[in-house]
């Protein structure tokens, strides 16, 4: 008995002197504590990843298992190095008191140093704030937002879209199917009315010069104008040429229909009438206007109460020096498809005249000139020329006057 009650004391000393490191660290400890400080360690891990993926969406090099940089310590980090455009602020844990994840009240801002702003580290005008993605922050009401996708740019246009295919699905005339074709025609009607411009008396004389030449010294005169809107008109000319001292040479009138046919040109129909030597009526037939690159061409076509058929071009073309300084170059070529012997006309290529003029415009409407012009008469009408006593060729110095209103 004496034994039994020996080894069984001799057993609780050595338990005692076994359990007494064990005793000694968790005194104070409930039974329930070593499964409570197993949960605060997991929750303690997750913070410290979150607290890691963190750093790493800044762009701080942490190692695995480390829940914040090595190295370097923070306050010597160049953040003006960083590429804040790649950086999506929206996804790094709101730190919230409690969380654990930026404890502020541990830091002390006393001892930071003020960074001077013209010395500063941080350029913030460098940062890409269209790839920032606040839209994810927790205090914004509209979470998911990606406002980095927005094109903001003032500078890029709206594409001009044509209109919808419904558009031009319609009839042609819509309106008569309400109004009635009668109401309509005199809509029409009033609109051309309304959109001509009116009618206009317009009078130009073109050429207006004494020409000096060899012999005796002669003159021309070559005037037109129109009454009229912007379709219509009636169109008048008149040219003529003669030697002072002398009969006129030749003169001649037209009147004409002139009806535009394009912006720029109006074709016209009449009557022409010789004033001098054998008495001749013409039928005319042509265009009027301003061709390409300002060249001012008038063409006709005549046709004779005797059946002589001619023709004429006529081009010019204001080339400005100043404002008010013009110079124009200018030709007529004439042809005719006989021999007129009465007229001293030959087929073919009748005659051909060049001349440049230099105006000064006083005003639009009045402009002086002084100029050369020089003729010729070609083939069988140049030999018709030399039988009557006549110049093939001759040469005017003239000065002259450019009037309209």
């Not at 937002?145 to 042609?172: C, K, Q, W, Y």
């Not at 440049?356 to 083939?379: C, K, N, T």
Request: a negative charge; aromatic letters at 8%.
């Amino acid at each position: 008995m004496k034994t039994f009650i020996s080894s069984l004391l001799a057993s609780v000393a050595a338990s005692s002197v076994l359990s007494s490191p064990a005793t000694a660290q968790h005194a104070g400890h409930s039974p329930a504590e070593p499964q409570q400080s197993a949960e605060v360690q997991a929750d303690d891990k997750t913070k410290c990843e979150a607290e890691a993926e963190r750093h790493r969406a800044m762009g701080h090099p942490v190692t695995e298992g480390a829940c914040e940089p090595t190295g370097q310590p923070e306050a010597a980090m160049d953040h003006s190095t960083m590429d804040h455009s790649t950086i999506d602020h929206g996804s790094m844990p709101q730190g919230r008191p409690g969380e654990g994840a930026m404890d502020h009240s541990q830091m002390n801002h006393g001892d930071m140093e003020q960074a001077d702003a013209s010395s500063s580290s941080m350029d913030h005008g460098q940062m890409d704030d269209s790839q920032m993605n606040h839209g994810q922050t927790g205090s914004q009401d509209m979470q998911g937002m990606d406002h980095s996708s927005m094109e903001m740019d003032p500078d890029v246009e709206i594409p001009l879209l044509p209109p919808p295919p419904e558009a031009g699905s319609g009839p042609a005339r819509a309106a008569v199917a309400i109004w009635g074709e009668e109401a309509m025609n005199e809509a029409r009607r009033e609109l051309v009315r309304e959109t001509d411009g009116g009618m206009r008396f317009w009078f130009q004389g073109d050429r207006l010069e004494y020409r000096a030449r060899e012999g005796a010294d002669g003159y021309l005169w070559d005037i037109q104008g129109y009454y009229g809107g912007d379709i219509d008109k009636f169109w008048f000319k008149s040219e003529g040429e003669g030697s002072f001292g002398e009969p006129v040479e030749g003169a001649e009138v037209q009147a004409l229909w002139s009806r535009a046919i394009a912006p720029f040109f109006d074709f016209q129909a009449g009557v022409r009438q010789d004033l001098t030597g054998p008495e001749r009526t013409h039928a005319v037939i042509g265009v009027q206007g301003i061709a390409p690159y300002q060249f001012e061409v008038d063409v006709a076509a005549f046709v004779s109460n005797k059946g002589d058929v001619t023709a004429r071009f006529e081009g010019e073309l204001d080339q400005r020096i100043t404002q008010r300084l013009i110079l124009q170059p200018r030709a007529e070529i004439a042809l005719s498809a006989q021999d007129i012997p009465k007229l001293g006309i030959g087929s073919g290529l009748d005659r051909i005249e060049a001349g440049l003029r230099l105006r000064y415009e006083f005003a639009r409407e009045f402009a002086p000139y002084v100029g050369v012009s020089q003729e010729w008469r070609i083939g069988q009408s140049a030999d018709f020329a030399r039988a009557a006593g006549e110049n093939a060729s001759v040469t005017n110095y003239v000065v002259g006057l450019r009037f309209w209103f």
